[in-house]
């Protein structure tokens, strides 16, 4: 009964990769997020879909490329990886009313780029 | 521009005595405020937050957390630690815009001493 969920848990891969991170949330929620965290532990949001919407793209590289296929999904595709790349990527979700500034967190993405 | 800070990077404290982290925020409204545990290894859990109302909040696992409105302060205290408290603390703020976006503190570790 995962909430938020993100496939894979780990990922280590050569420089100059392409790789996906898959994320799902079973709550019903309208909105979901990907935010990066880096070696220092600093959180800083990447994207955000409601209902399959793009809403916030902060600037990141255009490398980045989230889709969502429907609003329960929302995947992050990274072309060419880079070392600075490495970090732990979480997905989140909040709903529409109810609870909307609430999110929830998925357990993360640890991405290592060799 | 909204900011985050918690001034503590690393809190050391001795299992049973109380805990307060603290947390400052820069944002001209009244901001939605948040506290989010992070155990090692595993993703962001929420432990409480504050919308309006009552000014302190209660949370999971004990914890609790007054906003000071004057001092532009959520801190997070809880009245007796216990060993499986040790993991990273943050504090966010969501500003109210549509888009939903968390700005993070940058963390703080605790450690717990038997």
């Known amino acids: 009964d995962t909430a938020v969920s993100q496939t894979p848990k780990y990922l280590v891969t050569q420089m100059g990769n392409d790789k996906s991170i898959k994320c799902e949330q079973n709550?019903?929620?309208?909105?979901m997020y990907w935010y990066k965290q880096d070696s220092k532990k600093f959180l800083k949001i990447m994207f955000s879909?409601?209902?399959?919407?793009?809403?916030i793209n902060e600037t990141v590289p255009n490398r980045f490329s989230p889709k969502s296929p429907d609003k329960a999904h929302l995947n992050l595709h990274i072309n060419s990886l880079e070392l600075g790349d490495s970090a732990v990527y979480f997905c989140?979700?909040?709903?529409?009313?109810?609870?909307?500034?609430?999110?929830?967190f998925g357990p993360g993405t640890r991405l290592l780029v060799l | 521009a909204q900011s985050v800070t918690q001034p503590d990077i690393h809190i050391t404290v001795s299992e049973g005595a109380s805990l307060e982290l603290r947390c400052n925020y820069s944002?001209?409204?009244?901001?939605?405020l948040f506290w989010y545990v992070q155990s090692p290894g595993q993703g962001l859990q929420l432990l409480l937050k504050?919308?309006?109302?009552?000014?302190l909040v209660q949370g999971i696992k004990g914890f609790e957390a007054e906003f000071k409105r004057s001092q532009s302060s959520f801190n997070l205290r809880k009245p007796s630690v216990h060993w499986s408290d040790a993991a990273e603390y943050f504090c966010?703020?969501?500003?109210?815009?549509?888009?939903?976006?968390?700005?993070f503190g940058q963390g703080t570790t605790l450690q717990v001493k038997p």
């Open positions: 966010a703020v969501r500003i109210s815009s549509n888009t939903g976006k968390l700005i």
């Open positions: 989140a979700s909040s709903p529409d009313s109810g609870d909307s500034e609430t999110q929830y």
């Open positions: 879909y409601n209902n399959k919407e793009l809403i």
């Open positions: 944002y001209g409204a009244t901001p939605y």
């Open positions: 504050y919308f309006s109302g009552d000014t």
């Open positions: 709550l019903g929620h309208d909105t």
